[in-house]
T-cell receptor, first 110, second 113 residues
């Protein structure tokens, strides 16, 4: 079983739509949860970073963690064509050992 | 603040040849990672350094891959001999000890033919 499971998509939505991206993880020791955005031919860049369960909001982005169900979500409101990228969820225990999902490829259509 | 620097950006080699990648992390970052990202997949950790010591190399194919981080700053990753399945993007990332957020370089795209 992989440490982190993520639906690879691809996912296409019209501009302005709300996007929901999800991951599940298997190790209850994971304490830190991250979402990275990766544009084509670029390295991943950190988008959201949360510790333990709860919600975190940053502009149009909301990260949600439910440790009881081992479920991680990223919501994008009012999606823009510039949001088109691959979104990677990642988790770690606090020992600086990142585990990534496979990434979900998102296309926002103008 | 300068980001993580990697070189070269692209490399094409024949199978059984050797290749080396270089990474310069963000200044002051003690932790350095090398990841392999195969097309359509998420990054897979190959090796993690803290300063110049190896923390985790459990997924590094040690019969052909090697990495070092002399003086706890720059790092090199070497593949010898390369196989076709090594074609991937090799990403370097770094983080500080106090903050577990990892920052990535742009990667080196390796094609083995």
């Amino acid at each position: 079983q992989k440490e982190v499971e993520q639906d690879p998509g691809p996912l296409s939505v019209p501009e302005g739509a709300i996007v929901s991206l999800n991951c599940t993880y298997s190790n209850s020791a994971f304490q830190y949860f991250m979402w990275y955005r990766q544009y084509s031919r670029k390295g991943p860049e950190l988008l959201m970073y949360t510790y333990s369960s709860g919600n975190k909001e940053d502009g149009r982005f909301t990260a949600q963690v439910d440790k009881s169900s081992k479920y991680i979500s990223l919501f994008i409101r009012d999606s823009q064509p510039s949001d088109s990228a691959t979104y990677l969820c990642a988790t770690e225990t606090g020992a600086n050992n990142l585990f990534f999902g496979t990434g979900t490829r998102l296309t926002v259509i103008p | 603040e300068a980001g993580v620097a990697q070189s070269p950006r692209y490399k094409i080699i024949e199978k059984r040849q050797s290749v080396a990648f270089w990474c310069n992390p963000i200044s002051g970052h003690a932790t350095l990672y090398w990841y392999q990202q195969i097309l359509g997949q998420g990054p897979k950790l190959l090796i993690q350094f803290q300063n110049n010591g190896v923390v985790d190399d459990s997924q590094l194919p040690k019969d052909r891959f090697s990495a070092e981080r002399l003086k706890g700053v720059d790092s090199t990753l070497k593949i010898q001999p390369a196989k076709l399945e090594d074609s991937a993007v090799y990403l370097c990332a770094s983080s500080s000890l106090r903050n577990t957020e990892a920052f990535f370089g742009q990667g080196t795209r390796l094609t083995v033919v």
